[in-house]
Each structure stands twice: as C-alpha cells, then as structure tokens.
C-alpha cells in the first residue's frame, strides 16, 4: 500500500483547495482517530455556563468555528471565558437574568444552533436590546420556526420577510409560559423554547412530532433546572424561574464528525479504523442503525457514560454494503449525516431511498441539491427527491472539480468519496471543514498513511 497523495492550495481570495489523488493500486485506511467535541454539547455548555452562578468548567470543547461564534457572543453580554483549548475552558456565569446589553450586533457566525437558541435566551430578557445577525448563509435560513414560538409567549422580534430572516431585533421581555406543539422534530427549536422557559414563570412545555437530539434536556437539568419529559409524546417541560449553577462538562467525541471515518473505514477495502471516545447518545446514533442496515461491520467498545452522556470507541471494517430505505422518525437522529450516508449509498449494492428529509434544504447549505450535484459531477447515479435522495450504487466514481458550497459537511463528505474515486478530485472551498472538524485534513492524511 502506499499513501495517496492529500493536498491543501490556499487561493487570493483565501478558500482551499483540497486536492486528493488515490493511488491507482489502491489504499486501505488503519489506524486510531480522535475526533473533535460534540458541536451541540458543546454549544450548550457555553450558554449553560454563561448562564448558572459561578464556574462552569468544559473539558473536550470543540474548537471549531460555530463555538467559537457562541463564545464571542456571550463574551459581548459579559460572561467571561476563558481561551478556547480543549483541555479546559473556564466559564465564569453571570447568572440568569444578568446578561448585559450589548454595544454592537451578536454575530453567530455560520451558526443556526447559536443563532436559534440563543433568541430564546436574548427573548427573555427583560429590559434589554438585542440585534442579531449571522453570515450569508445563516442570513438566508429560516428563523420563523423559533420567532412563531417566541412570539407566542410574547417575545418582541423584528426582521426581514416578516420577521422570517436574520438580522433580527429583539426587545426583551418577561415571556407568559406556552404550550408549543412544533410542526418539526428540531432541537433546536425546542432548545430555544427550552431556554426561554428558564426565565419564564410557570410551565413552558415543547411537543415535537419525533424525537430529536436531546442534550438540552440532559444538561438543563445537570445545571438544576426543573424538567419533565414525557418520552410517549415527545413533550418536555420546564419550569421557570430556574436557578444554574455552574458545572463540570467533559464533551464527548462527535458522532457527527465520527460518520465521516465509518464511511471511509466501510467503503475503502481492507480498512479498519478505531474511533475513540464517540457520543453515542441514543437520539444521535440514527447513522448507526442505517449504516448497520446497510450491512457495515461497526462495534461499539469499551461502552460508558461520561458526565451524563453515553460514549463508546466505535471499531469500523471494510465490509460489502447494500442498500436500504431511510425515512421516518430515524431522520431527526441522522440529519447531519445524511450527506455522508449518501455516500455509502454510492457503494451500497442497488437502490438506496432517503426521504422526508426535506430538512436538509434548509441546512447550511441545500444539502440535497447540493450533494445529488457534486455526486453526480463524479459520476453517481443520484436522483434529487422533493424531500430527500434516490442513490444507485455500483458505479464507479471518477475524481473531478467539486465544490462544498462553503457547507462543512458537504466539504468532508466529498473528500471521502475522493478516496474512492479514481484519478484526482479537486474539492474547492474545503476550508468550511473547520466550522466543525478543525483538524479534519490532517486526520485524513494520518489515516491514508
Ligand atoms: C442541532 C440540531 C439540528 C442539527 C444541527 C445541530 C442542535 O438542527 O442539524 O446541526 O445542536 O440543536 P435542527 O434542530 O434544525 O434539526
């Protein structure tokens, strides 16, 4: 075996060009990987953290660039953090109630998690003036499903498209409890409803069509919240006024960022790859039982729970997949990892369905227009559905140019797919990586080693 040849070009308008060339007799992938803090746990100990009386002490948080965003907007209302490292970060809270003011607009960045729970937060506040805004991407995604709740338990907020779109406006105020029944399995929407109630006097309940991630609620109530939930309706209470204190979190690994590595371990022949310390948190391992499905040869090791959250090392070997139908209520607890999904599905035997996953289009980018192009520019057989993707396998993919369309997922997606494809694959603005998985190049030349 011998390596295959993983390049970075940094171009004058500073994006990148990953350039990946599989060599023409071959590779097999081996080796142990680490992956980044769990994005969501790890935005959640910000807020948290921000939020409780005393210190809040994180360790594992994810250094990419979404937490980043939060950090910096809750630095803005006056909490101190410490620097951003993973071995520990230090959140000295402010505690409900006292964010500050503050002097200029609240970036969130690429962020929809910071962006979208955090007007819970800002929404609850009485007395103060918030103004929020994110990047082009995050300025074109739907802010209406949090806005309808908030404004429903009397929150003041203004923006483009009847309020729909970012920057917004928020004044803030003493919310009346509510109970939301939300049209989508979303948590961030309930988070956001969640986090509005923690200033709220008396019962403030979310009832979703399905169950989404939960680590709101595991940490909400680490923190001291009062929370009921009542898992036969998908309904979470809270109720408020609650007091926080600070904690100690330890993040998991992100099962996110680990489905990158079963993929690339279960379509590149002869692979086996162990990846350590992974959340598998029951609401997030949807890309297990799909991949399962599909007949990948994954174990779950040396399985524990750490601060609250199930974690295992997940063994991954090569194995044939075939295909299988995706849809349903697993949708919620796959949806960031249907773009690498559809990428198995390109080397799954027959026709692989993923539908009512319309989601996805709203995401950082439409992920299924998004994916069904780029695939198809390397020869896939992908049919774009309204709600979802029709994925023959069996082709054989043949590098060329592609592009992430700045969504991080999308980027790392196509990189794995490069190192099935033959020839070489030129994966243009591959530098969004880093809103989730800062280190993802370099792992990747690691196991390609
Ligand atoms: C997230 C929830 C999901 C997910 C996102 C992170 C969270 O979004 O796609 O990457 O941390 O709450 P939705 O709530 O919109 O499904």
Not at 24 to 53: E, N, T, V, Y
Not at 317 to 344: F, H, K, N, W, Y
Request: net charge negative; aromatic share 2%; hydrophobic share 40%.
């Amino acid at each position: 075996m011998s390596a295959s040849v993983i390049t970075v070009e940094t171009q004058e308008d500073l994006s990148h060009k990953l350039i990946i060339q599989r060599p023409s007799h071959g590779l097999s992938l081996q080796g142990s990987i680490r992956i980044p803090g769990d994005k969501s746990i790890s935005h959640r100990a910000l807020m948290l953290g921000a939020l409780a009386q005393g210190e809040t002490q994180i360790q594992g948080l994810l250094l990419g660039e979404d937490p980043r965003s939060t950090a910096s907007c809750f630095q803005a209302m006056g909490a101190e953090i410490s620097e951003l490292n993973t071995e520990l970060v230090r959140v000295k809270g402010i505690g409900l109630g006292n964010l500050q003011e503050p002097f200029d607009v609240l970036n969130a960045g690429n962020s929809g998690t910071t962006l979208r729970l955090m007007l819970g937060i800002l929404a609850s506040h009485p007395g103060r003036f918030f103004t929020v805004t994110g990047d082009g991407s995050l300025r074109s995604r739907p802010m209406s499903r949090v806005v309808k709740p908030l404004q429903q338990m009397g929150a003041q907020i203004w923006g483009r498209k009847g309020n729909s779109l970012a920057p917004l406006a928020i004044q803030g105020q003493a919310l009346k409890p509510t109970h939301y029944y939300s049209p989508i399995a979303s948590a961030q929407v309930k988070s956001c409803i969640l986090l509005a109630g923690l200033m709220t006097e008396g019962q403030t309940t979310v009832t979703e069509p399905a169950l989404s991630r939960d680590h709101s609620e595991r940490m909400l109530r680490a923190f001291g919240a009062e929370l009921s939930i009542e898992p036969e309706t998908n309904s979470v209470t809270i109720t408020g006024p609650a007091q926080l204190h600070g904690q100690s979190v330890i993040v998991p690994g992100d099962i996110s960022s680990a489905a990158f590595w079963l993929v690339a371990g279960a379509i590149v022949p002869d692979s086996e790859l162990v990846i350590e310390n992974v959340g598998v948190n029951p609401s997030r391992t949807g890309i297990l039982e799909a991949l399962a499905l599909m007949g990948a040869d994954i174990q779950l090791e040396n399985q524990r729970e750490v601060a609250g959250e199930p974690v295992a090392d997940l063994r991954v070997r090569s194995s044939r997949l075939q295909s299988c139908t995706i849809a349903g209520d697993i949708i919620p607890r796959l949806i960031d990892e249907i773009p690498i999904l559809a990428v198995a599905a390109v080397f799954a035997e027959g026709t692989t369905i993923i539908r009512d996953a319309a989601e996805l289009r709203v995401k950082e980018s439409d992920r299924i227009t998004v994916m069904t192009q780029q695939l198809n520019k390397m020869g896939a057989k992908v049919t774009e559905l309204s709600d979802g993707m029709e994925i023959t396998g069996g082709t054989p993919l043949v590098g060329t140019d592609v592009d992430s369309h700045t969504d991080h997922r999308i980027a790392m997606s196509l990189a794995i797919a490069a190192l099935v494809a033959t020839g070489i694959t030129t994966i243009h603005r591959a530098e969004a990586a880093a809103i989730s998985y800062p280190n993802f190049t370099t792992t990747l030349q690691q196991v390609c080693s």
